[in-house]
């Protein structure tokens, strides 16, 4: 049975940082893109980051880009979301996805989820 457990998540201040991890169980992680979803209460889910299988090749969205980082680390079966200069806006419950290597990042479709964890920016 495949899960994804997100981690990392909690209370931080306007400006800080956090970083949300992901372990993956039951698949063959180095054989699936991996994505960051974020949803704010009353918001639709957005995609925030993916990333490719070997990691080579990475998306993020423009409301993040230069502030949030994804990586992966296939050896431990686990990808990262860097989250640097937070914003009140990007509050909200960050879940993480596996995916079909086969598409773009844009296009991936997302196959697994986790349960998701909230990030909380006071300002």
């Known amino acids: 049975q495949v899960q994804l457990v997100e981690s990392g998540g909690g209370l931080v201040q306007a400006g800080g940082s956090l970083r949300l991890s992901c372990a993956a169980f039951?698949?063959?992680?180095?054989?699936?893109?991996m994505g960051w979803f974020r949803q704010a209460p009353g918001k639709e889910r957005e995609y925030v980051a993916g990333i490719s299988f070997r990691g080579t090749s990475t998306y993020h969205a423009d409301s993040v880009e230069g502030r949030f980082t994804i990586s992966r680390d296939n050896a431990k079966n686990t990808v990262y979301l860097q989250m640097s200069s937070l914003k009140s806006e990007d509050m909200a419950v960050y879940y993480c996805?596996?995916?079909?290597?086969?598409?773009?990042?844009?296009?991936?479709?997302?196959?697994?989820w986790g349960q998701g964890t909230q990030v909380t920016v006071s300002s």
């Open positions: 039951g698949l063959t992680f180095s054989r699936h893109a």
């Open positions: 996805a596996a995916g079909s290597p086969d598409r773009s990042l844009v296009a991936t479709p997302w196959s697994y």
